[in-house]
């Protein structure tokens, strides 16, 4: 009888509401793995061929899979966090001084004492998003974002889009 009144209570309680707060992962296409696959096949034939200690080759694809796995960059309202295969670093937005774009389309972000830090898996098709989530203290070159009013201000025309000049 004392469960039924548990579910009874859970039924017509609110659930949560969920954070309003942005955040946007940046990680390695799990397509990657279906490459990861292909190198195990691959590598069969070699490491099973009579050869002792060729088994070593699986580490390879090891390694792959826990790359992809760990390796993102997660942008929230409080900053980047960098996660790499052995390591996780914290980078508040006020201890960015901007980013650095590399000719490969990899974006770097540059702290207040110019050292650079690798973004994994952002390219700079992905700074507007970075503009969104850091509520503008990241700059959005594209322009993509200037519509786009930030969450914890309130709106001239309650919620309804603005209209066409």
Request: hydrophobic fraction near 40%; aromatic fraction near 4%.
């Amino acid at each position: 009888m004392h469960h039924h009144g548990v579910a009874e209570k859970e039924r017509y309680e609110q659930p949560e509401q969920p954070s309003k707060a942005r955040k946007a992962v940046f990680r390695i296409p799990g397509t990657a793995y279906i490459a990861i696959v292909l190198l195990v096949i691959c590598i069969t034939p070699v490491a099973l061929g009579g050869i002792p200690g060729l088994q070593a080759l699986y580490l390879v694809p090891l390694g792959l899979i826990v790359f992809v796995a760990r390796t993102r960059t997660v942008a929230t309202v409080d900053g980047l966090s960098v996660r790499t295969v052995f390591g996780k670093r914290e980078l508040p937005w006020s201890a960015l001084k901007g980013l650095a774009l590399t000719p490969r389309a990899k974006v770097r972000a540059v702290l207040s004492d110019d050292t650079q830090v690798a973004l994994p898996a952002v390219r700079t098709r992905h700074i507007p998003v970075l503009s969104l989530v850091s509520k503008g203290l990241i700059a959005d070159p594209s322009g993509l974002t200037a519509d786009i009013e930030p969450e914890d201000q309130p709106t001239e025309n309650h919620g309804q889009p603005k209209p066409q000049e």
